[in-house]
């Protein structure tokens, strides 16, 4: 067909409706996908952190109206780029399914590994269901990854989960955590605890570059059942706790 208008582009602005498909897709290619200048710290946090993998199922509802994208190039071309979403919540309404993933989050602790992941995304933000998946070859349950305001600056990232297992597999998050403290005694026996613990753990990142540990937010509460310390007393071993914090 044959569109005729009286004014050019910019000034010509069009209205979009549009349903995107997309299967079978390398997980690694997904970047290419995304919409970059949606927010560039995002993009480059996801397509860097979730790797591998397959993206078995993609659809996505588009609506733009005229004033959207008018907005979307004035934010575009602001030299101050405002935090304020410049299109509804409304116009973008996208599902991504992606099947054994590996997801990275802060450098030096453990990637979840086979991860099976539907991430929503909206014309604000972006919400991942972490439906299975493995810390140390531990299974976590009920974990989310969430980006509240795609195109905030200072954009943090909500990491949160349940976990269940062998004492020993917090040990390599608390060897981060201590990274910068001299070994002693104590921190040895730490090291080398045994039993059962479960908890939930929530995690506020700021996506910066040169992160470090202090900046991140971390609640931790964990239950630890028939705990051994070995060493912790002069030598001798604590044995038989039931803690919580």
Same mark, same amino acid.
């Given at each position: 067909?044959i569109m005729?208008n009286s004014k050019a582009?910019?000034e010509f602005l069009?209205?979009i409706?549009?349903?995107?498909y997309?299967?079978n897709l390398?997980?690694n290619e997904?970047?290419?996908y ?6 560039n710290i995002?993009w480059?946090?996801?397509t860097?952190?979730i790797r591998d993998g397959?993206v078995?199922?993609?659809k996505g509802?588009?609506k ?10 004035k934010r *575009? ?5 405002? !935090?304020e ?7 973008i $309404?996208? @599902? #991504?399914?992606?099947?054994?993933a ?5 450098e ?14 909206t ?5 991942a269901?972490?439906e299975?998946?493995?810390i140390?070859?531990k299974?976590?349950n009920n ?15 909500s990491i949160s ?6 004492a020993?597999?917090?040990v ?5 955590s ?5 070994n002693s *005694? ?5 090291y !080398?605890?045994?039993?059962?613990v479960?908890?939930n753990i $929530?995690? @506020? #990142?700021?996506i910066?570059?040169?992160l470090?540990?202090?900046d ?8 630890f ?11 001798k071993n ?8």
């Open positions: 067909g005729h582009w910019p069009p209205s409706e549009t349903t995107a997309i299967s390398d997980a997904l970047g290419s995304w919409p970059y200048n949606m927010n995002a480059e946090w996801v860097n952190n397959i078995k199922e993609a509802i588009f733009f109206s005229a004033e959207d994208i008018s907005n979307i190039i *575009e071309k602001s030299p101050e780029k405002p !935090n979403p410049p299109i509804p919540d409304s116009a $309404d996208a @599902t #991504i399914n992606i099947e054994n590996k997801l990275s989050y802060v030096h602790f453990p990637n979840v590994n086979n991860v099976n992941t539907s991430v929503h995304f014309g604000h933000a972006m919400d269901t972490v299975s998946g493995a140390l070859n299974k976590i974990a989310r990854v969430k980006f509240n305001n795609l195109w905030h600056h200072n954009l943090p990232i989960g349940d976990f269940k297992g062998n020993q597999d917090l390599p998050f608390l060897k981060t201590y990274m910068e403290k001299p *005694e104590e921190l040895a026996s730490i !080398n605890i045994s039993g059962e479960s908890g $929530d995690l @506020t #990142i700021p910066i570059s040169n470090k540990y202090d991140i937010d971390i609640k931790i509460a964990a239950d059942r028939n705990v051994i310390l070995p060493g912790l007393l002069n030598g604590v044995s038989g706790i039931n803690l919580a914090f």
